[in-house]
């Protein structure tokens, strides 16, 4: 029996006009980032904030221009990084709505941090675009470190679990254990405690519950999960009347990997919008 975690309210009195203004400058942004070290930071957020956005009035991701925006919030988080580790002085060429853009060699940048590259790895998870999760899961972690982000360490070792998990590395028990271990209230330096335990956490454990493949533990946590992203999001009304929190990324992305894993996830939520999490879009978009 499967269980349900409603989503929290939230306006969408004015989320059409929202949406028109934020397709617009999205669009102005992917045709203008490639050399503009301005706009370079905006194209991941822009992008990622328009597919929340579009949850909103879509909150099981049935249109089509719901998943548009899913993918190319996943390809502008991948060309920036495929950007960062080309050869110097080279270019890369990335494929973002529907087009081929070219973009120089940047090396690490500022805003292509350890969480930068959390996010982007949970898009390529949700979107199943297994080239795109190779070659991040290649992205050498000292280039993260190189962005002078301040972060808990614990993050640094959530990236090599997931680097391990997806290139088959032996290694990756121990990965997982580091940073769950780093997660402690004692080992924390600059996480907010909330925000650790309600949102970045959570993530973690499903992945244990992947690795060890219970089904029965990997919905109990995946329930919890949501539970702890709805409470975080309605804290204050600032929060719940944000789109950053209505899908839940890493939970979704986790529950995409258990799906494809062979697990069949028991939970019902708009915060895991129905059509992301199976696939139904699977071959609309040449990625």
């Known amino acids: 029996m499967a269980t349900t975690v409603p989503r929290h309210e939230y306006p969408t009195d ?8 934020l397709a617009e400058t999205a669009n102005w942004i992917l045709d203008e980032f490639a050399d503009s070290p301005v706009l370079r930071p905006q194209a991941l957020s822009t992008a990622l904030t328009l597919a929340q956005q579009h949850c909103a009035v879509d909150p099981q991701a049935v249109k089509f221009e719901t998943w548009e925006a ?21 270019t890369v060429t ?13 090396g690490p940048e500022s805003h292509l941090h ?23 899961a290649q992205v050498p972690l000292s ?6 982000a301040v972060f808990d360490e614990y993050i640094y070792s959530w990236v090599e679990a997931l680097q391990s998990f997806w290139l ?8 997982l254990v580091a940073a769950v271990d780093g997660t402690s209230p004692q080992a924390l330096r600059h996480a ?40 975080y999001w309605t804290a204050d009304m600032d929060r719940a009347a944000s789109a950053d929190g209505l ?41």
């Open 192 to 231: 907010d405690a909330g925000l650790m335990s309600q949102i970045l956490y959570p993530p973690l454990i499903l992945l244990y519950r992947v690795i060890r493949r219970d089904p029965a533990e990997f919905n109990k946590a995946l329930a919890d999960a949501l539970r702890a992203h709805k409470a």
């Open 94 to 106: 990335c494929r973002i709505k529907e087009r081929e853009r070219t973009l120089p060699a940047t």
């Open 70 to 90: 899913w993918v190319t919030a996943m390809q502008t988080g991948s060309a920036l990084f495929a950007a960062a580790t080309a050869p110097e002085g080279g």
């Open 143 to 148: 280039l993260l470190r190189e962005s002078e």
């Open 168 to 175: 088959g590395r032996q290694d990756v028990g121990d990965k």
């Open 114 to 136: 350890a969480g930068t590259w959390v996010t982007c790895f949970y898009l390529a998870m949700i979107c199943r675009d297994n080239d795109r999760l190779r070659r991040l």
């Open 14 to 21: 004015e989320v059409p006009e929202t949406l028109d203004a």
């Open 247 to 287: 899908v839940a990324l890493g939970p979704l992305a986790m529950a995409c990997l258990a799906r494809d894993q062979g697990i069949t996830v028991e939970v019902e939520s708009e915060y895991l919008p129905k059509a992301l999490l199976e696939y139904s879009w699977i071959g609309e978009i040449e990625y």
